[in-house]
């Protein structure tokens, strides 16, 4: 076979064609293409592994949030329990109180009703006691005035 001007057998140029790049030309630019690929890829995964910490922060902003926003009705809801406890042990004190006062009450009427019964019976009793006065006053009367009348005068 003839030698091309660099040295190369014409036929060997034909099989590339005219402008097809050499071996060691085409190892570069595969090289550079797959550098450039490599590249894309690690600026797809550093943009994916940003995003996803943005998205397990903006997560975790959320959850926080909504469990600040659950505390506060729920220290509402304790504060609220712990305010009705404590009307329920004063509403026990004074029910008590009232309950006591309830049974004085109850023990100053039935002696004052007790004494008005004793009066009462002693009103009875004073009643009978005169009746029985004047039996008597009337009985000693006739005899008195029976013994008048059979003395000799």
């Not at 504060?79 to 309830?102: C, G, I, P, S, Y």
């Amino acid at each position: 076979p003839a030698l091309g001007s660099r040295g190369t057998s014409s036929s060997s140029r034909s099989r590339r064609g005219p402008g097809a790049p050499t071996p060691q030309r085409a190892a570069i630019m595969l090289s550079r293409l797959l550098k450039e690929h490599q590249a894309k890829q690690n600026e797809r995964k550093e943009l994916q592994e940003k995003r996803r910490r943005e998205a397990i922060t903006a997560a975790t902003c959320l959850t926080e949030a909504l469990v600040d926003h659950l505390n506060v009705g729920v220290a509402q809801a304790y504060m609220n329990q712990r305010k009705l406890d404590h009307e329920v042990k004063t509403l026990q004190v004074q029910a008590a109180q009232f309950a006591k006062q309830t049974g004085q009450w109850i023990g100053m009427v039935e002696n004052f009703n007790q004494a008005l019964k004793e009066i009462g019976d002693v009103e009875n009793w004073a009643r009978s006691i005169e009746l029985d006065m004047r039996t008597i006053a009337t009985a000693l009367e006739y005899v008195y005035k029976g013994q008048l009348q059979s003395a000799p005068s």
